[in-house]
């Protein structure tokens, strides 16, 4: 069992920095692939980042490559989701999701899901 708790969203100009975090309960964080996701108003949830459980392999969506990036530090059971050169298109509210593999977060198929967080980019 993986509880998510994410944290540091908020309100941000076009063009600035967040950092998003995303806590895991558990002491077996070290085994999931990690993974965020975002749903805007009226929009259906969509990929933005995975990460290995190790923290060798990162994919990303078409959208966000070369914006944000997604780090791990698995002596705090954290996933980070570093966000740079914000859009208002990049407003959302932010999900982490865990799973043993990263096809199955890439997928939405993650079984463990955080509460999100909101982001929101004024333009």
């Known amino acids: 069992q993986v509880q998510l708790v994410e944290s540091g969203g908020g309100l941000v100009q076009a063009g600035g920095s967040l950092r998003l975090s995303c806590a895991a309960s558990?002491?077996?964080?070290?085994?999931?692939?990690m993974g965020w996701f975002r749903q805007a108003p009226g929009k259906e949830r969509e990929f933005v980042a995975v990460?290995?459980?190790?923290?060798?392999?990162?994919d990303y969506a078409d959208s966000v490559k070369g914006r944000l990036t997604i780090s791990r530090d698995n002596a705090k059971n954290t996933v980070y989701l570093q966000m740079n050169s914000l859009k208002a298109e990049d407003t959302a509210v932010y999900y982490c999701?865990?799973?043993?593999?990263?096809?199955?977060?890439?997928?939405?198929?993650?079984?463990?899901w955080g509460q999100g967080t909101q982001v929101t980019v004024s333009s």
């Open positions: 999701a865990a799973a043993l593999d990263t096809r199955t977060i890439v997928a939405g198929r993650s079984a463990y």
């Open positions: 558990g002491r077996t964080f070290s085994r999931y692939a």
């Open positions: 990460i290995s459980w190790g923290g060798g392999s990162t």
